[in-house]
């Protein structure tokens, strides 16, 4: 069930008026500072860039202390522009880049769909105004300026959407209060008509497995997501990496526990069974729509709007490199090619703005459940990535077999085993994934050819001499 609004003004101007900004940033990236002689450093990582503070609204502690300044430092010895550039240097395989750019886009393609989804449902249901007038208006912004300026228009984008998102998080959560007669209310009422909810558990209605494995889709193996380690290869110096990661933390943890915490408040504004309302990915919508005044609701949902946009551009730009950088150009090179500045331009703005546009078209026809997407998406990518990059990174043992065994099998493994409905012991098949993953890719560094000495040494160099010059 949808609040009964009529295109609600006020709501509308401020989500113009960001939207503009938004646009606005990407020109200027692309007029203002322009993109030089080497076009796809500058397009797809900033140029390497990234101060602490921008850096740290576009990732978090534990990617950039375990990956952060290895990947830095590997990618200025390779060149390297994406992560794809870097397995293919470690591995020294192009069928393993070339597979590993096809898992990015596919896996990228789902939930960018989950998020130009959410962002439109969340502007219907709060606004008055139809699912595809939200599509339009903020699913074609983030194409435009995403194509337009790049990885460093998306990175100050981002900024701008993190300080947007937690702005909303604190408008929503004191607005929840006051609709649901203040923070003591909300809890008697809670205890006195879901008391599971103040049980670990749920009172047996969260299985044991389902509650551990969370933890490991949505906790420690999103260090590996690509688009989050690329941020690695964008900052500018150490102290641009620690001040982030100390800056980030804050930032995540306000937003995370901010919007779990006003989800389990907004009890008080929405006290009817889940099914009342159509689905869980109708809450957030419906709490803002019945809580905030209407002069205000258009300020409210720039926050979760703004996360929406800022997941959408950085998977944008990661599946456009993927395309562009891992495949063609790595491609033509091999073909002995050279590609020019102008053409690379043209090619970079026109496949970052077809992969919009194509999950601007699937999101036409929404899934049900886009939280479903999400989670598939993640999963995904966790079970292709993680142990590869980690192992990769870490232990020279690991070589090329193994990387493309774990990588294939897993993924495949996984995505076998959602289709199936299959879980061994209630866990979630991220459980499967992973475990299939990491032996496959024990067994392939048992069996394959060792990784050549000379690659060895670059990543693992035996005397760690000074690295002032590479930061």
């Given at each position: 069930?949808?609040p009964q609004?009529?295109g609600n003004?006020f709501?509308l ?5 960001f939207?503009a900004?938004m ?7 692309r007029r ?16 390497r860039?990234?101060?602490?503070f921008v850096?740290?609204m576009?990732?978090?502690?534990l ?12 990618s200025?010895?390779?060149?390297a522009?994406?992560?794809v550039?870097i ?12 597979l590993?750019a ?9 939930t ?7 962002g439109a449902?969340?502007f219907a249901?709060a606004?008055?105004?139809s699912y ?8 074609l ?7 337009i300026?790049?990885?460093?228009a998306v990175?100050l984008t981002?900024t ?8 909303g998080?604190?408008?929503l959560?004191?607005y929840?209060?006051q609709?649901g007669?203040g923070y003591?209310a909300i809890?008697?009422?809670l205890?006195a008509a ?10 047996g209605?969260m299985p ?8 490991i889709l ?8 690509p688009?989050?380690?690329?941020r690695?290869?964008s ?9 982030a990661m100390?800056?980030?933390t804050v930032v995540?943890g306000?937003?995370?526990i901010g919007v779990?915490?006003t989800?389990i408040l907004?009890?008080?504004v929405l ?16 709490t ?5 005044p209407?002069e ?5 949902i720039?926050?979760?709007i703004?996360?929406?946009i800022s997941t959408i551009?950085g998977l944008l730009i990661v ?12 491609h033509?090179r091999?073909k002995?090619r ?6 690379l331009?043209?090619l970079?703005?026109?496949?970052t703005a077809?992969l919009?546009g ?6 036409l026809t ?5 939280w479903i997407?999400?989670m598939f998406?993640?999963?995904g ?7 590869m ?6 232990w020279?043992?690991?070589n090329?077999?193994g990387a ?6 897993g993924?495949?493994?996984y995505?076998a085993?959602?289709a199936a409905?299959?879980k061994?012991?209630?866990l ?6 992973m475990?299939?993953?990491?032996a496959l890719?024990?067994?392939?560094a ?9 690659v060895l ?5 035996r005397a760690e ?5 590479r930061r």
């Amino acid at each position: 069930m949808m609040p009964q609004t009529e295109g609600n003004l006020f709501a509308l101007v401020p989500l113009l008026l960001f939207m503009a900004l938004m646009l606005a940033i990407g020109v200027w990236v692309r007029r203002g500072r322009g993109f030089g002689e080497d076009f796809v450093q500058q397009y797809f990582i900033g140029n390497r860039r990234l101060g602490g503070f921008v850096l740290a609204m576009t990732a978090i502690f534990l990617v950039l202390g375990i990956f952060g300044k290895r990947v830095a430092l590997l990618s200025r010895e390779f060149h390297a522009v994406t992560v794809v550039d870097i397995i293919r240097a470690r591995f020294e395989s192009n069928g393993l880049a070339m597979l590993a750019a096809l898992v990015i886009v596919l896996f990228f393609c789902g939930t960018m769909t989950a998020q130009f989804v959410g962002g439109a449902r969340l502007f219907a249901a709060a606004t008055g105004y139809s699912y595809e007038t939200g599509l339009v208006l903020f699913g074609l912004v983030v194409v435009l300026y995403t194509s337009i300026g790049g990885f460093r228009a998306v990175a100050l984008t981002d900024t701008c959407c993190a300080l947007m998102m937690m702005a909303g998080i604190v408008i929503l959560l004191y607005y929840v209060l006051q609709a649901g007669g203040g923070y003591t209310a909300i809890i008697d009422g809670l205890h006195a008509a879901h008391p599971e909810l103040f049980d670990p558990l749920s009172a047996g209605e969260m299985p044991v497995g389902l509650y551990l494995t969370q933890w490991i889709l949505v906790g420690i193996c999103t260090i590996a997501l690509p688009q989050s380690v690329v941020r690695g290869i964008s900052y500018r110096d150490t102290h641009s990496l620690h001040r982030a990661m100390l800056i980030g933390t804050v930032v995540v943890g306000f937003m995370n526990i901010g919007v779990n915490f006003t989800g389990i408040l907004a009890h008080g504004v929405l006290d009817g069974p889940v099914s009342e309302y159509g689905s869980v990915d109708n809450i957030i919508p419906l709490t803002i729509a019945r809580a905030i005044p209407p002069e205000l609701v258009g300020l409210a949902i720039l926050g979760p709007i703004a996360a929406s946009i800022s997941t959408i551009s950085g998977l944008l730009i990661v599946a456009s490199s993927a395309i562009v950088k891992d495949v063609y150009l790595a491609h033509a090179r091999a073909k002995g090619r050279t590609v020019g500045a102008q053409t690379l331009s043209r090619l970079s703005v026109l496949t970052t703005a077809a992969l919009g546009g194509l999950v601007f078209l699937i999101a036409l026809t929404p899934p049900s459940l886009i939280w479903i997407i999400n989670m598939f998406a993640f999963g995904g990518l966790e079970t292709a990535f993680f142990w590869m990059l980690l192992l990769g990174l870490y232990w020279r043992g690991a070589n090329r077999l193994g990387a493309l065994l774990s990588m294939a099998g897993g993924t495949l493994a996984y995505c076998a085993a959602q289709a199936a409905g299959f879980k061994v012991l209630g866990l979630h098949q991220i459980t499967i994934g992973m475990t299939v993953s990491l032996a496959l890719f024990l067994v392939g560094a048992r069996l394959g050819a060792p990784t050549r000495a000379e690659v060895l040494d670059t990543f693992f160099p035996r005397a760690e001499e000074g690295t002032g010059g590479r930061r």
